[in-house]
């Protein structure tokens, strides 16, 4: 039997509300000794004083909840205190707790984990759990909630079950061979696995749309020195993040802000003017924008305005199609417009703020089309990434086997990649790692 594990669920600090979360089998206890009162009745939330079990000292007037198993959010039993968010209250209650017999407080995860473990969910929309306490914007919102509701773990099942009853009809090929037949997958079972096959590949080569819409889209910021780089940061930033001065050369480190641009999460991230370099420090910086320049999902080009309509030759080298091209301080050239790239430039002031609407939505726009994609749900883990390349692979050698016996052997391989990402098959030695990732009383 599980020992009964208690944490606060919500953030530490002062605030209006605390929430403290017990689950397991002394969960009941636990809430009979603080109230000193029967359980009250399930899922109806009751106005009680805690009270210290031991001195007896009252400790607040709280919210509780009762979850007796299956029905609570592990699938055992639960209770959940709503106190007065102060620190000492919150002390108190958890001092108490532990003196309970049988309660321990919880690792980082363990309510989750102890919920998959019960079945009330899969591995991916564990993770979605995850993904969802650190969503910052709506994009990322709606796509740890899709997640959650088990639109990736039923992806993931379905094309499994496919597999599994394609492996039953290759089993049954190997038990009963037809001998006028020779090789190795059966041509009633071939189409299907080439579907599959397929289908995975096509989820697989998303650019990395998911992956991106949880850590954000990356935007890095060229130019020449003194266009106005630094400035355009603090502008869409809101804030002073980065060092803004009239000497050319000003930046060299890359400077990193997060920005939620239409509801999308956006790395920006600001580089040193590209020239000569003057000094090795300087010529460092420009090697470190040149990388990011290249590793960046978006580049904003920024020109000076006040050279219109000669434009930095590094900065133009650079521009392609996945470029927004900028012209800045309008504030003194006077309006600028164009195309470069197949696109029209968006002129812009950081100093005035001129402009920079539009570049905002420009930005969204990118981002959009390269996050937001058909409405089908989204590859979000380098851990899926990894078990539907194996699977792909596993597929891809079972079209090829010369005999029923491997190629079985190889759908048998991809069905279990597919089970490892939803927690179906093998997976213990990955729990640790994901749970890894929540915080305590998640
Ligand atoms: N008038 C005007 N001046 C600007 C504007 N944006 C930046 N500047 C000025 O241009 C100069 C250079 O600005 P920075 O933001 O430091 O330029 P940078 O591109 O980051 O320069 P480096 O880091 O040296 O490459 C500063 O004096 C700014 O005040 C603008 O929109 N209008
Ligand atoms: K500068
Ligand atoms: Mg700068």
Redesign the pocket.
């Known amino acids: 039997m599980s020992v009964t594990i208690f944490a606060l669920a919500t953030a530490p600090g002062r605030a209006g509300v605390a929430v403290v979360r017990v689950s397991g089998p002394a969960a009941g206890d636990a809430l009979r000794a603080l109230t000193g009162r029967p359980l009250p009745r399930p899922r109806m939330a009751t106005l009680v004083r805690l009270a210290d079990p031991v001195g007896g000292e009252t400790l607040d007037d709280a919210l509780v909840l009762w979850f007796p198993a299956p029905r609570s959010f592990t699938g055992e039993d639960v209770a959940e205190l709503h106190l007065h968010g102060g620190r000492a209250v919150v002390a108190g209650v958890i001092e108490a707790l532990g003196s309970v017999p049988g309660l321990r407080p919880a690792e980082p995860g363990e309510f989750t984990r102890r919920a998959f473990e019960n079945g009330k969910f899969d591995l991916t929309a564990a993770e979605a759990v995850a993904d969802l306490v650190h969503a910052e914007t709506a994009a990322q919102r709606r796509q740890a909630l899709r997640q959650m509701a088990g639109a990736l773990g039923t992806v993931y099942e379905g094309w499994r079950s496919r597999l599994l009853r394609a492996l039953a009809h290759l089993e049954a090929d190997i038990d009963f061979p037809d001998e006028d037949l020779p090789g190795g997958v059966p041509d009633a079972v071939r189409p299907v696995i080439e579907a599959l096959a397929a289908e995975v590949a096509a989820h697989l080569d998303d650019r990395g749309r998911g992956e991106r819409l949880r850590d954000g889209i990356h935007v890095a910021i060229v ?1 020449a ?7 355009l940061l603090n502008a869409l930033a809101g804030r002073e993040a980065a060092i ?8 060299r480190d890359v400077i990193e802000v997060h920005l939620d641009v239409g509801g999308f999460p956006v790395v920006l991230a ?1 580089t ?2 590209l020239r000569e370099a003057t000094d090795e420090i300087e010529e460092e910086g420009i090697r470190r924008a040149l990388d990011r320049a290249d590793r960046a999902d978006v580049k904003l080009a ?1 020109f000076d305005g006040t050279s219109w309509p000669a434009l930095d030759e590094a900065t133009l080298r650079l521009i392609d199609r996945d470029s927004i091209a900028v012209v ?2 309008v ?2 050239s006077g309006p600028v417009s164009g195309i470069l790239a197949g696109q029209p430039l968006v002129a812009v ?4 703020g001129a402009g920079l609407r539009s570049l905002e939505e420009r930005l969204a726009t990118f981002a959009d089309e390269r996050l937001a994609g058909s409405g089908t749900p989204a590859l979000t883990r380098a851990r899926h990434r990894s078990a539907l390349e194996e699977c792909h692979g596993a597929l891809l050698r079972s079209l090829s086997a010369v005999l029923p016996e491997l190629a079985a052997e190889d759908v048998r391989m991809a069905a279990r990649a597919l089970g490892r990402i939803t927690g179906r098959v093998d997976v213990e030695d990955v729990l640790d790692v994901i749970f890894r990732d929540f915080c305590i009383g998640k």
């Open positions: 130019g020195p003194n266009a106005g780089k630094s400035s803004v001065s009239a000497r050319a050369g000003t930046t600001d040193a003017g920024v800045n301080k504030d003194v002031s950081a100093r005035t």
